[in-house]
């Protein structure tokens, strides 16, 4: 054993003496009253912003706080098993954006079933009591930090009863609490996105159906997340650059259709937060 090893609380090095972990953790700056050294990031969701500018978006009037669910699924032979949370990497952007007010949660990125019976290729479940469990404690996070506006929001049918249900448990809960948690059932409506793709952007695919778990809106959409995830190139070299007979080139039109699908989902959604906010308001 050598001298230094006798010393537990300290590590000698020429003729400094560093700080053990506890006490660098003690000696850590209060990130509640520090002086942002930076300028603000332009960005709404939560993991990519720092404390710092999460605690100045607070302060400024920012009291909106979206929590997203999607899913990991089979989706056919083009589209990653991540499809509806790439979905909703463009939409949560753009409806905190239009929001104005609002931050997004981290994607919670599977859905609720039964793990024992997950067995298509890639699926992966919550059990319907971790599900729940996650809003919760995602909602309840949120509000501890001082977030007074949450809205779950659910890009895949699954989604739907146990948000419905936790929305409910926990207004019930912050009813004497000026603090808004609900549900926004208006989110998910591709019924409405499919008449909006063939009426307004005129692209038609009600006649053939490839039989994948894809479609032109979703394709689209997720193209604006990344052409990687609905596998553009490799299609495109294999002369697979297209679903339910609808070309998705060139890829410029086919990205500004997705964009505008965006808008036109977001401007539903946003809409529906505002009726809630409003009627909270009475």
């Known amino acids: 054993m050598n001298k230094w090893s006798r010393a537990p609380f300290a590590l000698v090095v020429g003729f400094s003496v560093a700080m053990t972990p506890v006490a660098a953790q003690e000696a850590r700056h209060d990130m509640s009253t520090f002086e942002r050294p930076i300028e603000m990031a332009d960005n709404v969701w939560i993991e990519e912003l720092t404390a710092l500018e999460v605690r100045d978006r607070l302060a400024s009037g920012t009291?909106?706080?979206?929590?997203?669910?999607?899913?990991?699924?089979?989706?056919g032979p083009y589209l990653t098993t991540g499809k509806h949370n790439h979905v909703l990497k463009?939409?949560?952007d753009a409806v905190a954006r239009k929001l104005g007010n609002a931050l997004v949660a981290p994607i919670i990125a599977v859905e609720p079933g039964d793990p024992e019976r997950a067995t298509a290729l890639g699926q992966i479940r919550y059990s319907?009591?971790?599900?729940?469990?996650?809003?919760?404690d995602y909602a309840t996070s949120l509000k501890s930090q001082g977030f007074t506006r949450i809205f779950l929001m659910g890009d895949?049918?699954?989604?739907?009863?146990?948000?419905?249900?936790v929305a409910a448990e926990l207004s019930e809960a912050w009813a004497n609490e000026d603090v808004i948690i609900a549900h926004v059932p208006e989110y998910y409506n591709y019924a409405e996105v499919l008449q909006y793709q063939i009426d307004v952007l005129g692209v038609q695919e009600t006649q053939y159906d490839e039989g994948f778990h894809d479609n032109y809106y979703i394709t689209s959409i997720i193209m604006n997340d990344d052409p990687r995830y609905v596998r553009f190139e490799e299609r495109f070299e294999a002369g697979k650059?297209?679903?339910?007979g609808i070309s998705i080139t060139p890829i410029g039109e086919t990205l500004e259709h997705g964009r505008r699908l965006i808008d036109f989902r977001a401007d539903v959604t946003v809409d529906a937060i505002r009726k809630l906010v409003a009627e909270h308001s009475r």
């Open 128 to 136: 319907q009591g971790t599900y729940r469990a996650v809003l919760r």
């Open 90 to 92: 463009v939409m949560g």
């Open 63 to 75: 009291n909106t706080a979206l929590v997203l669910v999607g899913g990991i699924e089979e989706n």
């Open 241 to 244: 650059a297209s679903i339910n």
């Open 156 to 165: 895949s049918g699954g989604n739907t009863r146990g948000m419905e249900e």
